[in-house]
C-alpha cells in the first residue's frame, strides 16, 4: 500500500512541475485532474480481467478513448488496482507487425497454436509469431491459428492497439463454424503445468463438435516424477538457450564464459503445480551436459531453492564474479522485462547487482525467438499428426 501511495503522490508532484514549467495553472493532488485519471483508472481495472463478457470490447474502446483525452500530466496520475500510466503509455513495439491469426475460412485441417501471450508488441512478434510462422512453413497445407489463454493480455493488447486476439473459446468456436474435421493443438506453454490443464478443460467442451482433436507435447515434453528425469526435449531447449546466450553475450559456448569468471541464470515463472519439479529437471540437464556454471531460478521461487536470493548465494558460492541473466520462458514479456531486468530495487537484476557482483547484465529473448525451439515444436507438430 505503502509503495502505492508513494507512487502516487511522486506521480502528482511531476505533473505539478511539468505544469508549473509549462506555465500551466498548478492543480493539486485530488482535483479535477486527479478525478478524470481515477476514472480512467477505474476503466482500465475493468477490463484486467480474466472473462470476457459482451461488455468487453466496448469497454476497451472507452478506456482507450478515455486515455487519449487525458492531458500528459493527468495520464501520469492513473493508479489503480492494476492501472498505472504504462498500461496504455508505455512503448512495447508496433502492433501491426503482428497477426492474430484469427480468419475464417481455415479449412477441414486446422493447426490452433495455443499460447498464454503477452501484451509486449515486439516479444509477441519474436517469440509467439515466429513459432507460429515455423509451424505454418512446415505445414503449408494446414491453416495455422492462434488462441491465448490470458484475457487479461487479449483485452490489454485490443484496448491499446486495437488488434483483437481469439481467447480459447473463440478460437474453437471458429473452428466449429468453418468446419473444421481435424485440429491438432500446439501448446508454447513450457511444461504441463496450471494454464496447460486450463487448455485441456477447454477442449473438452468440444468433443463431439470437431471430428479430431489431438494434443501434441509442450515444449519440455512429460514432466517425470523428480528432478533426476530428463528428456530429449529437456537437452534439445537446455543445449539450445545456453548456446544462444553464450552467442549473444559474445562467447564461444558456456565453458568459454565459465573462464571469464561468468555464469548464466536462466529465469523462470516458476510454480506451485505438481510441475514445478520441471525447473529441477532442467537444472539437473544443465548439470549432465557440464553447464556447472548455469543456474535456474524462478520469479515465483517455487519450487524451494529457485528464488533470487537462493541463486545469488549459489553463484557467489560457485565462485563467478559476473552474471547474465536470461529468462527461461517462451516468451520475453512482463516478467522478462519487469521482474528480471526492470529498475526497481526487488527486480532480479537490481538484486544482483546490490550484491556486489562485479557485472550483470540481462539480455531480453525469450525461448520462442531461438531456430532450435521453433523447431522443436515443429517436431511436436510432426509427432502428434503421425
Not at 483508472?41 to 461488455?55: E, G, H
Not at 482507450?64 to 501520469?76: G, N, R, V
Not at 525467438?369 to 511436436?380: K, R
Amino acid at each position: 500500500m505503502f509503495k502505492k501511495t508513494a507512487k502516487i503522490c511522486l506521480a502528482a508532484l511531476l505533473a505539478a512541475a511539468m505544469a508549473v514549467g509549462s506555465g500551466l495553472p498548478v492543480r493539486a493532488a485530488g482535483s479535477e485532474d486527479q478525478a478524470a485519471a481515477d476514472e480512467v483508472a477505474a476503466m482500465i481495472d475493468a477490463i484486467y480481467v480474466q472473462k470476457r463478457t459482451q461488455d468487453t470490447d466496448a469497454q476497451c474502446a472507452a478506456a482507450k478513448a478515455a486515455w487519449d483525452a487525458l492531458t500528459e500530466e493527468q495520464k501520469q496520475l492513473v493508479e489503480g488496482n492494476n492501472a498505472d500510466p504504462d498500461y496504455f503509455g508505455r512503448d512495447t513495439g508496433d502492433a501491426k507487425l503482428d497477426d492474430p491469426l484469427n480468419a475464417d475460412g481455415i479449412g477441414e485441417k486446422e493447426i490452433l497454436v495455443v499460447s498464454f501471450g503477452t501484451s509486449f508488441n515486439d516479444s509477441r512478434v519474436q517469440d509467439i509469431k515466429a513459432i507460429e510462422d515455423s509451424i505454418q512453413a512446415a505445414f503449408p497445407d494446414w491453416s495455422v491459428r492462434r488462441a491465448f489463454t490470458a484475457q487479461i493480455i487479449i483485452n490489454h493488447v485490443q484496448a491499446r492497439d486495437g488488434e483483437v486476439i481469439d481467447n480459447m473459446d473463440q478460437a474453437l468456436e471458429r473452428a466449429v463454424a468453418n468446419g473444421v474435421q481435424e485440429l491438432v493443438v500446439q501448446p508454447t506453454h513450457l511444461m504441463h503445468g496450471a494454464e496447460y490443464d486450463e487448455m485441456m478443460d477447454a477442449l473438452a467442451d468440444y468433443k463431439g463438435k470437431i471430428g479430431k482433436i489431438t494434443v501434441a507435447e509442450p515444449l519440455l515434453g512429460e514432466v517425470g516424477s523428480d528432478a533426476s528425469v530428463i528428456n530429449a526435449d529437456k537437452e534439445a531447449v537446455a543445449k539450445a538457450v545456453v548456446a544462444d546466450t553464450a552467442a549473444d553475450a559474445g562467447f564461444a559456448d558456456a565453458a568459454a564464459a565459465a573462464q571469464a569468471d561468468t555464469a548464466f541464470v536462466l529465469l523462470g515463472h516458476g510454480t506451485a503445480h505438481v510441475a514445478k519439479v520441471t525447473y529441477k529437471q532442467m537444472q539437473t540437464q544443465m548439470q549432465e551436459l557440464g553447464y556447472d556454471n548455469v543456474f535456474v531460478g524462478t520469479v515465483e521461487g517455487e519450487p524451494e531453492g529457485t528464488g533470487c536470493e537462493e541463486i545469488i548465494e549459489a553463484v557467489k558460492a560457485a565462485g563467478y564474479k559476473n552474471v547474465i541473466l536470461r529468462p527461461l520462458m517462451v516468451v520475453a514479456g512482463d516478467h522478462a522485462n519487469n521482474d528480471m531486468a526492470g529498475e526497481d530495487a526487488d527486480s532480479w537484476k537490481s538484486m544482483f547487482e546490490a550484491a556486489g557482483f562485479d557485472s550483470v547484465t540481462a539480455q531480453i529473448a525469450g525461448l520462442g525467438s531461438i531456430q532450435a525451439v521453433q523447431e522443436l515444436y515443429v517436431a511436436h507438430t510432426q509427432a502428434v499428426m503421425d
